[in-house]
């Protein structure tokens, strides 16, 4: 019974790591002790998580607890070993528990079946069961033995020239060597202990660790970025569709409309010439019963006896109605609809091409300039000058709108600064002190349009290229009419020298190269506005990101008699 109880203390005693009786013994928070170096060993290995656990009761812990050695369970520990029956707990488990199978490090000391090994001897280069690992508890100077868990190629750790245990590292030609190795052939080179080196390394592979741990964190934050493109394009294309239904949508109700309006133009030509040809029938019905009537006032006559009743009647019933003859009625319904048939096939020879081209330009568009409306406001598409070519927009000057100092040429495209005032008809439209003028078409709301204009002028005198709603003032001197300098337009400044935009008379300084040709795209659904500088290569100058509420207009001014702005044609 006495023997029972002792074998009971011991195994409350063990360490469930090492299976050695406790040394160094600590408790960790759970309630659980261990050996001070296992435990620590274990957490070592839980370092790159963010909380450490008890291996028995998987407890976890954060931050990792401080060990501090538990004197008491220390004090019994050391009772224990004088009793002489200090050997592992699990010594004597059941028999067939313990036989090494074909995937366990044996016993190499063990002579008959061989036992599983627990332990691994680093000195003696022996792996050893819980039977023959006794003495390394017992014998002092085996105490000192390193014992690890247990190893297949202890030999590898024996020089084979000297058959020493290899614990130097020959930094020289990176391999481990035994003592008797740095007196031969390593003598002179640069070697240290096995342990120096492998703390070392250790410091360079968890700095190694570091930078892939941050590397995956950088990946991983660019699969999130990824993420968020994906869902972006997602949500773009769902737009650009909805408003190309709407275009599509919005063209076909027009050919209905033209369809409807094909249909009843016909239908009133119909109902106009079948109205003619039944009022020519009664005429001629009417004609036939009077000339019935007097085919049968001669037939009676023609039978009449009196010969002087005869001749005093004849005179009146003889006389006939001047009547149009009916071969000089011309029968040809089919030319009644050859004006309409000729409009209809005008109309269809011209929409089936341009159907054709603008599906070619919608599939162009979609891929490369309506971009600019699916990209992120702070990502500038790099677009080439070809790839903007294909919104291109042709404008044209309205000369309603432009001040009598300046003059319209080729085909309202040019504006001149004449320094004499011109003859025009007044009208509300026009600008009456600012040398400003509007185009005459609205820029289209539907997808984004780009164009291109080319100015020059004096040394000294400015061109201003800008974007206005319909509604800015046009009558007097003050900034409201001018352009940049109101919340309705925006305007960039070029001079010889350099270049400024301006909105709401808040000036921004603009770098880039000087051109005297600028580009300009506007998306006004996306609320992007760009100017860019065009020579051999095509620089942006200015973007502007915001909400345009109002229709917009493409805008000069002008400055120094003699300056002139040309709107370009683009192909």
Request: overall charge neutral; charged content about 25%.
């Amino acid at each position: 019974m006495a023997e029972k109880g002792v074998q009971l203390d011991q195994k409350k005693l063990s360490c469930s790591i090492c299976l050695d009786l406790l040394k160094d013994p600590v408790a960790i928070p759970c309630g659980h002790s261990y050996c001070m170096s296992c435990i620590k060993t274990h957490w070592d290995g839980e370092d790159d998580k963010e909380v450490h656990s008890c291996p028995q009761c998987r407890q976890s812990f954060s931050p990792r607890p401080v060990l501090v050695k538990n004197t008491m369970l220390a004090d019994l520990a050391e009772e224990l070993k004088k009793t002489g029956l200090q050997a592992p707990p699990s010594a004597a488990p059941a028999a067939d528990h313990c036989y090494a199978g074909p995937e366990d490090v044996s016993c190499d000391f063990c002579t008959d079946r061989k036992l599983k090994a627990v332990k691994s001897c680093l000195q003696c280069l022996v792996s050893y069961c819980h039977k023959h690992l006794q003495p390394h508890y017992d014998v002092p100077q085996l105490k000192k033995h390193k014992l690890v868990e247990p190893l297949e190629k202890l030999q590898e750790h024996i020089c084979p020239r000297h058959d020493e245990v290899m614990k130097i590292f020959c930094r020289t030609d990176q391999q481990c060597i035994c003592y008797l190795c740095t007196v031969d052939q390593h003598l002179g080179h640069d070697t240290v202990t096995s342990a120096a080196e492998r703390t070392e390394k250790q410091t360079e592979l968890e700095v190694s660790r570091q930078k892939i741990q941050q590397t995956i964190k950088d990946k991983e934050k660019n699969i999130i970025v990824l993420q968020q493109e994906v869902k972006a394009i997602s949500r773009y294309a769902d737009e650009t569709l909805e408003k190309s239904e709407k275009i599509l949508t919005e063209m076909i109700q027009l050919v209905e409309e033209r369809r409807r309006d094909v249909k009843q133009q016909i239908r009133s030509k119909e109902e106009t010439e079948l109205g003619r040809v039944k009022e020519l029938e009664s005429k001629l019905e009417r004609e036939i019963a009077e000339l019935r009537r007097k085919d049968a006032e001669l037939d009676k006559l023609s039978h009449t006896d009196d010969h002087n009743q005869f001749l005093l009647q004849y005179p009146s019933v003889s006389k006939l109605s001047d009547h149009p003859d009916s071969s000089s009625i011309n029968i040809s319904p089919l030319n009644y609809f050859e004006d309409l048939t000729a409009a209809v096939s005008e109309f269809g020879d011209k929409l089936q091409p341009s159907q054709r081209e603008t599906g070619s330009k919608v599939s162009r568009t979609l891929t490369k300039s309506d971009l600019l409306t699916m990209r992120k406001p702070q990502g500038e598409p790099h677009l080439t000058r070809a790839e903007f070519l294909h919104c291109s927009y042709e404008i044209t000057l309205d000369p309603n709108t432009v001040n009598t100092e300046l003059s319209l040429s080729e085909g309202n495209k040019r504006v001149t600064v004449m320094g004499q005032k011109q003859k025009y008809a007044e009208h509300p439209s026009r600008f009456s002190y600012w040398q400003q003028v509007l185009s005459k078409e609205c820029l289209r709301k539907s997808r984004g349009c780009y164009w291109e204009v080319e100015w020059m002028g004096w040394s000294g005198s400015a061109v201003a290229v800008a974007v206005a709603q319909k509604n800015i003032k046009r009558d007097g001197n003050s900034d409201h009419c001018k352009f940049g300098f109101n919340d309705k337009s925006w305007a960039l400044y070029c001079t010889n020298s350099g270049y400024g935009f301006y909105h709401n008379r808040v000036r921004t300084p603009v770098s880039g190269p000087v051109s005297s040709r600028i580009g300009v795209y506007l998306s006004h659904t996306a609320g992007i506005l760009c100017f860019y500088s065009i020579s051999e290569t095509m620089t942006l100058l200015h973007r502007v990101q915001t909400t345009f509420t109002q229709s917009l207009y493409a805008g000069i001014w002008l400055t120094s008699t003699g300056a002139t702005a040309l709107f370009t044609e683009l192909k």
